[in-house]
């Protein structure tokens, strides 16, 4: 009996065994997405402008919560410092903004993009801000 209780107990403080690779956390990576594709509309759009102090808070709160899932914080510091992940996120990025009609050198598309999801109050509309 006293060691199903302890095996239990070991059991469930051990979260991190059952934790996808951090790169494959779908939660994680979808705000990191939102987040790359706010970068490349204010890199694209002269009237839009990154939230600067806003998308440091969504990344300190995206932090905490891979934390709490029980990624340890050099894992966390490790993924979203990998110049490769960087370079998939902004190619997914690409990707999602090119099926929105937005290309490097279109302007006019990554700005209706960027004011529509501002509008829409999503998280890029939310790291985001019309100088218009």
């Known amino acids: 009996m006293f060691r199903t209780i302890i095996l239990s107990l070991t059991l469930a403080a051990t979260p991190a065994l059952a934790l996808v690779p951090i790169n494959e956390n779908l939660e ?6 939102q987040g790359f594709i706010g970068d490349a509309i204010a890199d694209n759009c002269p009237t839009i402008e990154p939230r600067n102090l806003r ?5 300190n709160k995206l932090r ?5 899932q ?19 996120f902004k190619a997914e990025a690409a990707d999602w903004l090119k ?6 050198g279109n302007e ?6 960027g004011e529509e999801e501002i509008v829409k109050e999503s998280l890029i509309g939310y790291l985001l801000r019309s100088t218009k």
């Not at 994680?28 to 997405?33: F, N, T, V, Y």
């Not at 099926?99 to 490097?104: D, F, I, L, Q, Y």
């Open 28 to 33: 994680i990576r979808e705000k990191l997405l």
């Open 55 to 59: 998308a440091l808070g969504e990344l």
């Open 64 to 68: 905490d919560y891979a934390l709490k």
């Open 70 to 88: 029980g990624y340890e914080a050099s894992v966390v510091r490790e993924f979203v410092t990998s110049k490769v992940e960087k370079a998939k």
């Open 99 to 104: 099926a929105k009609g937005a290309e490097p």
């Open 108 to 113: 006019a598309a990554y700005c209706a993009i």
